[in-house]
């Protein structure tokens, strides 16, 4: 009987942000360049502290949705990939996504994005991708679940490929693998320390400018993952 029902996942004040700015930008309220109101004015709107307000900017603004400039505000930036997940959404609620279709596109996708990152990348690019990966480790060190973390790395690394249609698909398949991994346990806390050193060596391919050496080490580093799909 327990097998019918399913948790209740409770939203976060920064997920309800989040996802009424989205729902916005879906439905043409907002459009890119136009500028959101003042975090003041977003945390009296939303009955929340301004830190609330500046942690859903800043997660939207590391996806890429919105973008803030100095001196001018934050601006809506990413209206073409929101609609576009969307449209994908759509199109996996007629078949839906098994766990190991997912962990195949996501190899394909980041292998390519470690080559061509280690070949565009750029100074700005590198710092990006070690404050990311400070991030992560500062998590783990914490003893806390770092998957996002772990995931956002990634999402930088196909930013830096410089290919913007590999960055869009990789936000799009981003939460489902989040839910699959988070479902099925895939993070276990003894592979934490092995991913760490295996996103360093990622990195450092990349900072090498070594496109050969970066897909390899892409590569070894999903490999666990897929042999998990694999067995499933």
Do not use: W
Request: proline fraction near 3%.
């Amino acid at each position: 009987m327990l097998d019918r029902f399913s948790e209740i996942k409770v939203e976060s004040p920064v997920d309800k942000i989040i996802r009424q700015i989205r729902t916005l930008i879906t439905n043409g309220e907002l459009s890119p360049g136009d500028k959101l109101p003042p975090e003041r004015k977003l945390s009296e709107k939303f009955g929340v502290g301004r830190s609330v307000v500046r942690d859903a900017i800043r997660k939207l603004e590391f996806y890429g949705i919105v973008k803030t400039l100095p001196q001018s505000g934050t601006v809506i930036e990413g209206m073409g990939i929101v609609a576009l997940e969307g449209l994908i959404t759509d199109v996996l609620n007629i078949e839906k996504t098994d766990f190991k279709s997912l962990v195949e596109t996501r190899l394909l996708l980041e292998i390519e994005s470690a080559g061509k990152a280690a070949e565009r990348r750029t100074v700005d690019d590198i710092a990006i991708l070690e404050n990311a990966l400070n991030a992560y480790e500062k998590k783990i060190a914490r003893g806390l679940s770092a998957v996002e973390e772990d995931l956002l790395f990634h999402i930088k690394i196909a930013e830096a490929s410089g290919n913007s249609v590999l960055k869009s698909l990789m936000l799009i398949i981003t939460p489902d693998i989040v839910k699959s991994f988070t479902e099925l346990n895939v993070c276990k806390e003894d592979r934490v320390q092995a991913t760490l050193e295996e996103h360093k060596g990622i990195l450092q391919q990349i900072v090498a400018q070594n496109p050969l050496g970066a897909r390899e080490a892409m590569r070894n580093h999903l490999k666990d993952i897929m042999d998990f799909s694999k067995e499933r």
